[in-house]
């Protein structure tokens, strides 16, 4: 009975030294992995487990968890080399280094796994600078938005406003610019943008293009962002005159994508109704009463998306339209959360009666709407009016891209700010025409202030003119542009 015992206990240290799979004493490596650029777990990781040393390779993959979690079960003892795969990494244009693990005796092993950080990379991938990174990096990957394949030659630019303080109290500005041309994988990198503040960034190729993106940089300074191209515009093309192959190409690349989600109070996630959302001069749509939202007329490619609802801040964040995206949830801030109460004092011109309005209206030298015309035109904020009107548009005040007639418009930006009022110029050109408000000049005014200084209900009457029929009370000596009047009650 005691040399069968013996027997048994031997039998069994045999099968507990193989830990074959499913037996009782058989191992376990499990662990995270953890993304170091945003400080959170890693989902959708592939984590791969390969033996080392054996004659016949052992090879496992899971998955990681909506917490970056992973384990394998049922290991044999000896040594192990793990690594993992993600889209991030290929963004970053690094592969995972592989890590050594060693199972013995059937025991469970931690194995943490995660990108390098920001340190690590800003040091590795700007290490040609003779001074060593300075500032800010971004990098990704470009690549098409129908496709969803990467794209080499794209033309990636960043740009930021620099504010210097000089002797005396003087403020000058200029702007600071960095471009970078794709790799063969798609992968671009700007190194020593500014590591605070916000990034205007922008990618094309050939005629399509992203919208310029208003990106803020992380308090890290790396920022990882990968831009989907598409085209520019939205153009209808007839199916009658598509006679050439290139247009019935053009026009199956010109269309539309869906971006749908959901819009929802930060204070206590209630779901918001009657919110205004828009990308660029399409047409807006409003969310349902339970917060959820439908662009079926987005086009294609990384795009600026404004959301705007009445007692809330507005929003303006970099959106990828592509086909089969997931559904998006944006969370809005009430306004009396941003700002106290504040009180503004403008000195007024005379009595609206005494404008001059009417009689200018009578000329028919430029585009008047009154009081009714402009309610009828049921625009959400001021600056909405404008994106219906021939000859004006919202946009940045440098010349706009014209990617059709002028493929390498990327390269002739003149000066960066926030959006502003466009329009046509005399020479064909965008420029900022001079806006005045109640009789008083207001230079360099942005859309967002525009829309706080004279909200629709307030507006008595509206004058557009073009800068060869600007009144001669209003025109501004070699402006090349034109003029808009704003008339309050």
């Known amino acids: 009975m005691r040399q069968m015992l ?35 777990p890693m989902a959708g990781a592939w984590v791969q487990l390969v033996a080392v040393g054996r004659q016949s390779t ?38 995972a280094p592989l890590r050594q693990v060693a199972v013995r005796r059937g025991r469970s092993v931690q194995a943490l796994l995660g990108t ?48 210097t303080l000089r002797r005396g109290g003087a403020m000058t500005r200029r702007r600071g610019r960095l471009d970078a041309v794709t790799a063969e994988n798609g992968w671009y990198a700007l190194c020593d943008v500014p590591a605070r503040g916000t990034l205007f960034l922008h990618a094309a190729r050939e005629r399509d293009s992203t919208d310029v993106l208003e990106l803020p940089m992380p ?37 539309s994508a869906r971006l749908s989600g959901t819009i929802v109070s930060a204070n206590g996630g209630r779901p918001l109704t009657g919110v205004l959302l828009r990308i660029g001069d399409n047409p807006p749509v409003r969310t349902d009463d339970r917060g959820a939202f439908t662009l079926t007329e987005a086009p294609h490619g990384s795009r600026m998306l404004e959301v705007r609802a009445v007692g809330y801040a507005p929003l303006r964040l970099a959106v990828d339209v592509v086909n089969d995206a997931a559904p998006v949830t944006l969370m809005l801030t009430p306004s009396t959360m941003m700002l106290d109460t504040v009180r503004v004092v403008v000195a007024r011109a005379a009595d609206r009666r005494d404008s001059g309005f009417a009689e200018r209206r009578r000329s028919g ?22 994106r219906q009107l021939r000859g004006l548009r919202i946009g940045y005040d440098y010349d706009t891209l014209e990617t059709d007639a002028n493929p390498n418009a990327l390269s002739e930006m003149n000066q960066l700010s926030d959006r502003r009022v466009l329009m046509r110029g005399i020479s064909g050109n ?4 001079a806006l005045w408000f109640d009789g008083a000049l207001i230079p360099e005014l942005s859309v967002d202030a525009l829309d706080a200084w004279a909200p629709t209900a307030r507006l008595f009457a509206i004058e557009v003119y073009s800068e060869a029929t600007v009144p001669p009370q209003y025109q501004r000596s070699r402006s090349g542009c034109g003029a808009i009047l704003f008339w309050t009650r």
């Open 219 to 255: 308090a890290s300074g790396f920022l990882r962002r990968d831009l989907f191209i598409g085209p520019s515009r939205l153009v209808v093309i007839d199916d009658s005159a598509a006679e050439d192959s290139t247009l019935s190409v053009r026009r199956a690349r010109m269309g």
């Open 116 to 163: 390098p950080s920001a340190e690590r990379l800003r040091a590795a991938i700007c290490a040609s600078n003779a001074n060593g990174p300075t500032g800010g990096t971004v990098l990704g990957v470009v690549r098409d938005a129908l496709s969803r394949t990467a794209l080499s030659g794209a033309t990636v630019a960043g740009e930021w406003m620099e504010m």
């Open 430 to 433: 965008w420029c900022e025409p």
């Open 365 to 386: 030298a430029g585009t008047y709407l009154d009081a009714q015309q402009i309610a009828r035109r049921g625009a959400f904020a001021t600056s909405d009016i404008f």
């Open 58 to 95: 052992m090879a496992r993959t899971v998955i990681s968890d909506s917490l970056g979690r992973f384990a394998f079960e049922g290991l044999a003892d000896g040594r192990y080399l793990i690594g993992f795969f993600h889209p991030v990494l290929d963004s970053l244009g690094i592969e």
């Open 6 to 40: 013996v027997l048994n206990l031997a039998v069994a240290a045999l099968l507990a030294l193989r830990a074959e799979p499913g037996d009782a004493q058989a191992a376990r490596v499990h662990g995270v992995v953890h993304d170091s650029l945003v400080g959170a």
